[in-house]
């Protein structure tokens, strides 16, 4: 009884996060809601207007246990449910390969990225003695090697939170597309119960995200370095999933619409 309570409970949530989604522009306005986060945070930030609080400190919880390994926790909850909708829609390996692919292609996007804003740091960055940037130290040519020595980097640091919690979030999004369909979709228990279960997580780590990115713009990074980032991770979504996966050589689009939804309409 507690668990068909617990079941139906997840539904209604399930029903809200699907709602919520169907709400007119939401989807085509997300992409500018970090633009403009990440602008607006930059100019409180730059106006010392907002006060410092428990996510001023990059030891908060959420910074340490979620945004440090996002990239873990995007593809720990999205790979089981790409795998669970896509296969409600086609069991073909060749559908359920190229839809898996996406997943192959938002890593590399994830690696190129963060590896090329670690290199520009590198290349642009000299290491000082002190904090105060006072005493500089020829010796250390890497950020690595002068952390290690016990020292400051000074370089200009592409924001990799502002990049990668913009990017995940979007990934998520268009990923978990297929739900609104798969409401309607006839499934047995635990396949329903699995895929209701990751997209309730797979929200709430959107949410998780979006809070982040804010924390983000108005307690760290220069502007720059955060407007660079966000544009990076809105590029890279951008690129896949507004233009190469409308081509047939890509990983292609999530399904939208269910076969059995298909043959009401037509």
Not at 148 to 165: C, K, P, Q
Not at 234 to 250: A, E, H, I, Q
Request: aromatic share 14%; charged share 15%; proline share 5%.
């Amino acid at each position: 009884m507690v668990r068909g309570v617990d079941m139906a409970a997840v539904d209604v949530i399930v029903d809200n996060f699907v709602a919520l989604w169907r709400l007119p522009g939401l989807r085509q306005n997300f992409p500018w809601l970090f633009l403009l986060v990440s602008f607006v945070g930059s100019l409180l930030k730059e106006l010392e207007l907002i006060p410092q609080t428990y996510f001023s400190s990059s030891k908060n919880v959420l910074n340490v246990y979620f945004v440090k390994v996002s990239w873990g926790w995007t593809l720990l909850l999205l790979t089981p449910f790409l795998l669970l909708s896509n296969s409600s829609f086609s069991r073909s390996v060749t559908f359920l390969s190229r839809r898996l692919l996406s997943l192959v292609v938002a890593t590399a996007v994830w690696y190129v990225c963060t590896e090329t804003f670690f290199y520009i740091e590198d290349l642009t960055g000299s290491c000082f003695e002190t904090g105060s940037m006072d005493v500089l130290n020829k010796e250390f040519t890497s950020k690595a090697t002068c952390r290690r020595a016990g020292f400051h980097w000074h370089g200009y640091d592409v924001s990799g939170h502002s990049f990668i919690l913009s990017y995940s979030a979007l990934f998520i999004m268009e990923e978990t597309a297929p739900m609104a369909s798969l409401k309607t979709a006839s499934l047995s228990t635990l396949p329903r119960v699995a895929l209701n279960l990751l997209y309730v997580a797979l929200n709430i780590i959107i949410m998780i995200w979006v809070w982040m990115f804010a924390c983000t713009s108005v307690y760290f990074h220069d502007p720059s370095h955060k407007l660079l980032g966000t544009i990076c991770g809105l590029l890279g979504w951008y690129l896949t999933y507004r233009v190469w996966y409308l081509k047939p050589l890509s990983p292609g689009l999530p399904p939208q619409r269910h076969p059995k939804e298909q043959k009401q309409h037509a």
